[in-house]
């Protein structure tokens, strides 16, 4: 099963989710001194520690007269993901309890 075809959490705190297309992370390069470029290699996967693409997908959660959105990052590698709300700046790595017919919800504890 490759990266994009695993499962993404149905709701998010209750509230359904309706997620796009994954896209691939956009391609870095450095810039030398001397005005030559060089491809950087992919990030280090924050979950197990290979350096891997990543793919990228948004998340529009429905909730009436309140956009809300979710940016999900997955390592190809993997698969473990990593979610980010960009208007808050919150992040939250998920587990396999995310992805269960309840979605995900922020623990209490």
Same mark, same amino acid.
């Given at each position: 099963m490759n990266a994009t075809a695993? !499962?993404?959490p149905v709701?998010?705190?209750g509230h359904p989710v309706e997620w796009g297309e994954f896209t691939a992370d956009p391609f870095m390069c450095q810039v030398n001194m001397d005005g030559t470029s060089e491809p950087l290699p992919?990030?280090?996967c924050w979950h197990c520690g290979v350096r891997a693409e990543h793919v990228t997908t948004e998340g !529009?959660?429905?909730i009436p007269n309140w956009p809300y959105r979710l940016v999900l990052?997955?390592?190809t590698r993997c698969g473990h993901d990593r979610v980010r709300n960009?208007?808050?700046e919150q992040e939250?790595?998920?587990d396999e309890s995310d992805y269960g017919p309840s979605g995900s919800w922020e623990d209490a504890s």
């Open positions: 695993r !499962r993404l709701a998010w705190d992919p990030d280090m !529009r959660v429905v990052r997955r390592c960009p208007l808050t939250w790595e998920l």
